[in-house]
């Protein structure tokens, strides 16, 4: 089946997506209005009119403001090829590490990723990361996933941090267990991740050059990302990035917002 991977659907553009008509909050809507649900449905329908199917990263459907919003069951009604024999499956595609999705869950949130689609201030995001990364315990995680099952694990995990309240945090895993239980039915299709190719990624559309910069903390970031500061088992890693980011982005100097 061919595929489309588009960076429409990069988790921080959905974060923005669905935060610009959430009266200026900043936060993404947990439940889009019925104009925002038809901009999303006609975006996803473009996609797969394209390229037959819609490819998404893990990080694009487990941390997507949208996906969070939309689930499986109503895209199933509103994307579905159907087959002949009855069955249906969404025309849509996500990569995890060995095909397992709800590992995958679990190892982000065992390793302190970043989740900017809760519907929360980018700085509670930031804490959420920060306190995932002090507990990161991989083992003690997988043994979690296997005990107690990924949305146990998931809940305890998050619960453990202190920084959501109660009602949001089931929420969070309520979207993820649906995300989970569709793809171990077979109506999500999940494909074993490739590692990234980031040298053919930086040739097709390379990253700034420092003399186009035009503040210093600006370049320090871009030189630490180039550098190799922010990686993680020798792969870039986008929370480290983003984290280091935000405060430039948040700067009261307009290079500096501007480079950010």
Same mark, same amino acid.
């Given at each position: 089946?061919?595929?489309?991977?588009?960076?429409?659907?990069?988790?921080?553009?959905?974060?923005?997506?669905?935060?610009?008509?959430?009266?200026?909050?900043?936060?993404?809507?947990?439940?889009?209005? $019925?104009?925002?649900? =038809? @901009? /999303? !449905?006609?975006? %996803?329908?473009?996609?797969? &009119?394209? *390229? #037959?199917?819609?490819?998404?990263?893990?990080?694009?459907?487990?941390?997507?403001?949208?996906?969070? $919003?939309?689930?499986? =069951? @109503? /895209? !199933?009604?509103? %994307?579905?090829?159907?087959? &002949?024999? *009855? #069955?249906?499956?969404?025309?849509?595609?996500?990569?995890?590490?060995?095909?397992?999705?709800?590992?995958?869950?679990?190892?982000?949130?065992?390793?302190?990723?970043?989740?900017?689609?809760?519907?929360?201030?980018?700085?509670?995001?930031?804490?959420?990361?920060?306190?995932?990364?002090?507990?990161?315990?991989?083992?003690?995680?997988?043994?979690?996933?296997?005990?107690?099952?990924?949305?146990?694990?998931?809940?305890?995990?998050?619960?453990?941090?202190?920084?959501?309240?109660?009602?949001?945090?089931?929420?969070?895993?309520?979207?993820?267990?649906?995300?989970?239980?569709?793809?171990?039915?077979?109506?999500?299709?999940?494909?074993?991740?490739?590692?990234?190719?980031?040298?053919?990624?930086?040739?097709?559309?390379?990253?700034?050059?420092?003399?186009?910069?035009?503040?210093?903390?600006?370049?320090?970031?871009?030189?630490?990302?180039?550098?190799?500061?922010?990686?993680?088992?020798?792969?870039?890693?986008?929370?480290?990035?983003?984290?280091?980011?935000?405060?430039?982005?948040?700067?009261?100097?307009?290079?500096?917002?501007?480079?950010?």
């Amino acid at each position: 089946m061919v595929a489309v991977l588009s960076t429409e659907w990069d988790s921080v553009r959905q974060r923005t997506r669905l935060s610009a008509r959430a009266a200026g909050t900043g936060v993404p809507r947990e439940r889009p209005t $019925a104009l925002e649900r =038809a @901009e /999303l !449905l006609g975006r %996803l329908r473009w996609e797969v &009119i394209q *390229g #037959g199917s819609l490819f998404l990263t893990y990080p694009q459907l487990l941390d997507g403001a949208t996906f969070a $919003a939309m689930r499986p =069951a @109503e /895209l !199933l009604d509103e %994307l579905a090829i159907r087959a &002949i024999d *009855g #069955g249906a499956a969404l025309p849509m595609r996500v990569n995890a590490r060995d095909a397992d999705l709800a590992g995958q869950l679990i190892a982000m949130l065992a390793t302190g990723f970043a989740f900017y689609s809760l519907p929360v201030q980018e700085g509670r995001c930031l804490h959420l990361h920060r306190e995932l990364s002090a507990r990161a315990d991989r083992e003690a995680a997988a043994e979690l996933l296997t005990t107690e099952g990924p949305a146990a694990a998931a809940d305890r995990l998050l619960a453990a941090t202190g920084v959501l309240d109660a009602p949001l945090r089931r929420r969070t895993v309520a979207r993820w267990r649906d995300w989970l239980e569709a793809a171990e039915s077979g109506l999500l299709q999940v494909s074993s991740l490739v590692p990234a190719d980031y040298p053919a990624a930086y040739t097709l559309c390379p990253p700034p050059r420092p003399d186009a910069l035009t503040s210093a903390a600006g370049r320090a970031v871009l030189d630490a990302w180039i550098g190799g500061e922010y990686d993680r088992n020798g792969l870039p890693n986008r929370s480290l990035l983003y984290e280091n980011l935000d405060p430039v982005l948040q700067s009261g100097d307009a290079a500096e917002r501007t480079d950010a």
